[in-house]
């Protein structure tokens, strides 16, 4: 059965700070990949996607995720954090061929200033 | 373009009540789901809609959760009788496809059963 797994459950870094969030993922079929993020007080929304070809996506915001498929894995990196980063994020994989996603158990992640 | 719509925001009842959450997608999209979100995890899915008909429902679970799309446009879904561990926020997002179409989250409901 398909399945995530995020590392962290709570990242705390000053700002200017490196950030690398990990994400497992176990599923058989074609590797699709998102990462969703939610900023305080608002909706969950897409960083970034995965479906194929260049392994290194870059989403929104200067995010960017890279997919090793020989590890599982699809962390997500930003190389300077700022204080409105601060958000929890959520690694994604499809259930099936419906569409619908399995996510991790999220991430919290507070910059301070 | 105006997002996913969702009502209420909060709600409190009591264990055994019943109780029913509206969702209103982006005009055009095709595909409806409800997630519950338990704190401290990620959103799961209940209910799949394309259009009017369920595709998925594998997860819900049905002798209290029921979830209906009449005209395949908005969305309602209930629970009766409500159980403590029902408190979660229920999360309604719709996409304009399946697989691979990116999935726009309304603010959700934030359920608490006393």
């Known amino acids: 059965a398909q399945s995530v797994s995020q590392h962290n459950h709570h990242v705390i870094l000053s700002e200017a700070a490196s950030l690398e969030l990990g994400c497992n993922y176990s599923y058989g079929g074609t590797v699709n990949l998102f990462w969703y993020v939610q900023y305080p007080g608002q909706h969950l929304q897409l960083l970034l996607k995965?479906?194929?070809?260049?392994?290194l996506v870059k989403g929104i915001k200067g995010f960017e995720a890279e997919f090793i498929k020989s590890k599982f894995s699809f962390n997500l990196r930003k190389p300077s954090v700022q204080w409105s980063d601060t958000a929890e994020y959520f690694c994604?994989?499809?259930?099936?061929?419906?569409?619908?996603?399995?996510f991790g158990k999220g991430t919290k992640l507070s910059v301070k200033p | 373009e105006a997002g996913v719509a969702q009502s209420p925001r909060y709600k409190i009842i009591e264990k055994r009540q019943s109780v029913a959450f509206w969702c209103n997608p982006i005009?055009?999209?095709?595909?409806l789901y409800w997630y519950q979100q338990i704190l401290g995890q990620g959103p799961k899915l209940l209910i799949q809609f394309q259009n009017n008909g369920v595709v998925d429902d594998s997860q819900l679970p049905k002798d209290r959760f029921s979830a209906e799309r009449l005209k395949g446009v908005d969305s309602t879904l209930k629970i009766q009788p409500a159980k403590l561990e029902d408190s979660a926020v229920y999360l309604c997002a719709s996409s304009s496809g399946l697989a691979g179409h990116e999935q726009y989250f309304g603010p959700g409901t934030r359920l608490t059963v006393t």
């Open positions: 995965y479906f194929s070809g260049d392994p």
């Open positions: 994604a994989v499809p259930r099936g061929s419906q569409g619908n996603l399995i």
């Open positions: 005009s055009g999209h095709a595909t």
